[in-house]
């Protein structure tokens, strides 16, 4: 072998040395990451975007204890947990290993309407998906009364809806109608049917509003048509009531003589 031969053979030799051991240093890095990860606990339960859930009932729910593994943490559990309290429409779960942090976050409901009792007392306050959570301590919300409901606390009884389907389509569909402000109160008749009474409107006091069933956003995309045209014009005739049962129809009701 010559002496060039030796030179490339040694520096091959030192080269295939240099690839061996790194590789070893980076399996021997996995193997205690590994490792470090399959010890690590979780020292603390970060709770973020609360208003009205008070973090330590979040945590509570979560089951989550201090020194728990980790890797023993399901986070699509802990979220489900999380979900039934009455204030948490949904919650995310990340583990943060490097600072054995759990972050739970969480999506608040939203307030759409305020269920009141047989004496107009609040009870508890709607989203529009129908699910009911209890009054909060501070912040009130301009919303449309809701009458007619059964008054006891219904979030006691996790995922119940606690609206009818009547009055969930009212809430859904009031947004994009354009009649938001023009709905006070919407009342629930024994039957479950929902009737709106509006805001006054100029010369016109509070108006009954029947909707009937069908096409909800439809009806009170016509409810706000008619209160432009015709709410917003002065006139000496009051309107007492607006039927909207009838489709394609606006059938109104003067206030009865004396």
């Known amino acids: 072998m010559t002496r060039d031969q030796t030179a490339t053979f040694g520096r091959r030799a030192l080269r295939l040395t240099g690839i061996g051991l790194l590789v070893a240093g980076v399996a021997a890095l996995g193997v205690l990451g590994w490792q470090w990860r399959a010890g690590a606990t979780v020292e603390r339960v970060a709770v973020t975007g609360t208003q009205h859930a008070p973090p330590d009932s979040v945590r509570r729910l979560a089951q989550v204890d201090s020194g728990a593994v980790m890797t023993a943490v399901d986070p699509t559990l802990v979220a489900d947990r999380v979900t039934r309290h009455p204030w948490v429409q949904s919650a995310t779960v990340t583990p ?106 100029d010369g016109h006091g509070a108006i009954s509003v029947r909707l009937g069933t069908g096409d909800v956003p439809r009806k009170l995309r016509t409810l706000h048509a008619f209160a432009q045209q015709v709410l917003t014009t002065a006139s000496d005739d009051p309107i007492e009531q607006i039927d909207l049962r009838f489709d394609g129809q606006v059938v109104t009701r003067e206030p009865s003589p004396g």
């Open 96 to 201: 943060h290993w490097m600072y054995g942090t759990l972050t739970v976050a969480v999506t608040e409901r939203t307030p759409a309407a305020l269920a009141v009792d047989g004496q107009g007392r609040p009870a508890y306050y709607l989203d529009r998906a129908g699910y009911a959570m209890p009054l909060p301590d501070s912040a009130g919300y301009d919303v449309p009364l809701v009458r007619g409901l059964d008054a006891e606390a219904p979030w006691t009884r996790p995922d119940t809806v606690a609206a009818p389907a009547s009055v969930r389509r009212v809430l859904a569909a009031l947004p994009a109608s354009g009649v938001a402000g023009l709905v006070a109160e919407i009342d629930v008749a024994s039957d479950g049917a929902a009737r709106l009474v509006t805001t006054p409107v």
